[in-house]
């Protein structure tokens, strides 16, 4: 049986009403100034983002206008970044100027050249370091690798007097065999084929075919993205080599289009405009590749070196 404890003077004391919970004030506000702090944090970040955008792309802005300027015009101080008069005309006096088409076509055959043994030996060697046992493997690969951080001018001399004592100087073979391995392209090769599981080359073994039937059938096409990345690194690289060209080319019929340029460039006075005006029609091709190429490769970027 229940039982009430009265007070000393007989009366019953009325309970007092609990308050029913609430939103509190503070926690009420703290959403919509979160929001607001996330929106701003944004919007900074976006703004941020576009000023960095424009500090990489105005030296480009710069050429591309300095290309339809007149050659006074080009260093004027402080920049002219719009031009008084506008030469188009520059981009048709070139190709006569000089013969830039033979010096794009002769960058062209080298960069896909080149482009194509590298990408050809990288994942080939990167197959034997990734998913071939042998004693020595890792040994040699960290010693392979470690051949990037050798400074080229360190072995420029002795290339050159090798090709020199093949009689290759002055013919595309030498550039061709020089830059056709590459320490990169196996380091970034072997990394993307660490993240395909070693089962699908074991059960391949296990049915009966050959490692250049692994490396050929299966391991490379799933590794689209990873060559992809290579061939428009590798592409690029070439592309705008100027030293390797410079030391092994002399006769004028086998220049690239980065030597092409030096035309514009006299004893005593420059060509500037025309300098210009090449170099921005030179980007066109690593452009268009790049363009056609880039959703394999930021996926080849952002997939290497992620082992799963």
Do not use: C
């Not at 007070?7 to 004030?25: H, L, Y």
């Not at 690798?145 to 001018?153: D, K, R």
């Not at 299966?218 to 592309?239: C, D, E, G, M, Y």
């Not at 019929?253 to 035309?263: E, F, I, M």
């Amino acid at each position: 049986m229940n039982t009430t404890v009265l007070p000393e003077d007989g009366t019953r004391e009325a309970a007092a009403p609990t308050a029913a919970p609430g939103p509190s004030r503070r926690g009420g506000r703290g959403g919509p100034r979160r929001a607001a702090a996330a929106v701003g944090g944004q919007v900074a970040l976006y703004a941020l983002l576009i000023v960095v955008a424009l500090a990489v792309l105005l030296p480009f802005i710069w050429m591309t206008v300095s290309s339809v300027k007149a050659d006074r015009e080009v260093f004027t101080v402080p920049i002219q970044w719009i031009p008084r008069s506008f030469h188009w005309s520059n981009f048709t006096t070139i190709w006569t100027r000089i013969p830039f088409a033979a010096y794009l076509g002769n960058s062209f055959f080298l960069s896909v050249v080149i482009t194509f043994l590298q990408v050809l030996t990288g994942s080939f060697a990167a197959y034997g370091f990734a998913k071939v046992r042998f004693r020595g493997r890792d040994l040699l690969f960290a010693a392979y690798i470690a051949t990037i951080a050798v400074p080229w001018q360190a072995y420029m001399v002795p290339q050159y007097i090798i090709m020199q004592k093949l009689g290759l100087v002055n013919s595309y073979a030498s550039l061709i065999l020089l830059q056709a391995f590459g320490a990169f392209g196996v380091f970034l090769m072997r990394q993307f084929y660490l993240t395909i599981p070693d089962e699908i080359s074991e059960a391949a073994r296990l049915d009966g075919l050959s490692e250049y039937g692994i490396w050929a059938r299966i391991i490379l096409p799933l590794s689209k993205p990873a060559l992809a990345s290579l061939a428009l690194l590798t592409f690029v690289n070439t592309w705008n080599d100027y030293m390797g060209p410079f030391i092994y080319l002399t006769d004028n019929r086998l220049w690239t289009v980065q030597l092409g340029l030096r035309s514009f460039i006299g004893e005593y006075d420059a060509e500037s405009a025309m300098i210009m005006t090449g170099s921005v029609l030179s980007v066109v091709p690593v452009l268009v590749v790049f363009l056609l190429g880039q959703r394999y490769f930021v996926r080849g970027i952002a997939t290497t070196g992620v082992k799963g």
